[in-house]
């Protein structure tokens, strides 16, 4: 069986961290999997016969003292996440399936919810291994990446710095001083102290009235640009076969080119989840590549800046008008070098345009390192507003970017029976 190696580095300041790994065992039917405490052994659970119960193994791997190197080996996997929790272990429970019921930051009752944890995510199958940071749900620890291949070469994400929690609370805070939306809501404490970040579909699911109506104002204003004109066309390419497809907006519906491709107005929600109402998963492959590359637009603020959806684009434009994922740009403002997914279709980018979403990927893949605790560097920024990283390209390598990473992990956490404790 195939295997690949983690060197998972502690930098947090903690010497009490543990790793875990979940997901879904490509050369083993798919099983659900997770990582023995001693880095290497799987552990397939069975199905329980009450929902709730606890793992019968060790699954928490101890990282060594704080500027330590642990290595770990994995198999193939998909909709795989590594987690690392500082100072307490983490409780996963089991359901009938066996479905994994995962830590929850949206849960208040959940046992991990005042805990100290982040992830990142992965999938490595016969192809490649990807990888990358999230933020889609929440910003806590700092993690940062570097993927080694067969010939020695080397991609990097730096992630946040030591301090990016607290820069992303206090730019929330600075945020909602301005427009009073309620981004200061976002931020999680436990006993006063900083503990997460959380996006604003999160944040939702924690409070439904926050930012109701927030995005209604722009939708109504991109209704009408691309309703009024003969001229305000908008152009979409879909970077799949169906390649560039045009859309206008009459009786209050985007119409599109594509027959039987539509669109209603997309609520607040629709926007930060990037999934339910107008943007919900269609199953038809065209009309949800172009929902995808709405989806990101909206969350971007950059329909009434360019027409030409994503080609033409540039990172500049993103975020500009005053009503926007303010939270996706600060997350991207406080990484080291600006990249990481901060909603699920942050990896929509211009054909051979920079990189936003955090992600490595090899076809030959020799060693991941993940560092928890500083990014890259234990240097730690003044605020959120520094001097702009220049934006990473997407990198060439011999293999591809999967496309929209979130949605295929979506369709493999309903594969793998995957559950969140919400």
Not at 216 to 223: F, I, L, P, S, T
Not at 244 to 254: N, Q, Y
Not at 342 to 356: C, E, M, S, T
Request: aromatic share 10%.
């Amino acid at each position: 069986m195939a295997t690949l190696n983690f060197a998972l580095k502690n930098n947090t300041g903690s010497n009490t961290v543990y790793a875990y790994i979940t997901g879904q065992a490509l050369d083993n039917n798919n099983a659900l999997f997770l990582l023995r405490s001693d880095g290497k052994t799987p552990y397939y659970p069975t199905s329980p016969s009450s929902t709730g119960t606890n793992l019968s193994a060790d699954c928490a791997i101890p990282l060594g003292a704080s500027g330590s190197t642990t290595t770990i080996t994995i198999p193939h996997l998909a909709g795989a996440r590594l987690w690392f929790a500082r100072d307490r272990k983490l409780t996963f429970y089991l359901n009938p399936g066996p479905a994994l019921v995962e830590p929850s930051v949206s849960n208040p009752s959940d046992a991990n919810y005042n805990l100290v944890w982040s992830f990142c995510e992965f999938t490595w199958n016969n192809y490649q291994l990807y990888a990358n940071l999230s933020y889609v749900d929440f910003v806590s620890m700092p993690i940062a990446m570097t993927l080694t291949n067969g010939a020695g070469a080397t991609q990097t994400v730096k992630g946040l710095p030591a301090n990016g929690l607290d820069l992303v609370c206090n730019a929330l805070r600075e945020q909602n001083n301005k427009d009073k939306a309620g981004w200061d809501k976002l931020i999680i404490q436990h006993n006063g102290v900083n503990l997460r970040a959380v996006s604003p579909n999160t944040g939702r699911t924690l409070n439904n009235s926050l930012f109701n109506g927030y995005y209604e104002g722009y939708v109504n204003q991109v209704w009408s640009y691309y309703a009024n004109s003969t001229n305000n066309t908008l152009t979409v390419n879909t970077q799949a076969a169906a390649g560039d497809v045009t859309a206008k907006v009459a009786s209050d519906i985007l119409y599109f080119s594509v027959p039987g491709i539509s669109y209603t107005k997309p609520s607040t929600g629709d926007i930060f989840s990037n999934s339910s109402g107008s943007f919900a998963v269609s199953g038809n492959g065209t009309k949800d590549a172009i929902t995808a590359r709405l989806a990101a637009a909206f969350n971007r603020s950059t329909l009434l800046i360019n027409g030409s959806q994503p080609n033409g684009e540039k990172v500049s434009n993103y975020y500009k008008n005053s009503v926007t994922n303010h939270y996706s740009r600060i997350c991207h403002s406080v990484n080291i070098d600006t990249r990481g997914y901060a909603f699920p279709y942050d990896d929509v980018a211009p054909n051979n345009g920079p990189d936003q979403s955090g992600s490595v990927f090899d076809g030959n893949p020799k060693l991941l390192t993940v560092t928890i605790g500083g990014g890259s560097s234990n240097s730690a920024k003044q605020s959120a507003i520094e001097e702009d990283a220049t934006p990473v390209q997407q990198p060439v390598e011999n293999a591809k970017k999967p496309s929209h990473f979130h949605e295929l992990r979506s369709f493999v956490d309903k594969l793998s029976h995957r559950k969140s404790n919400t």
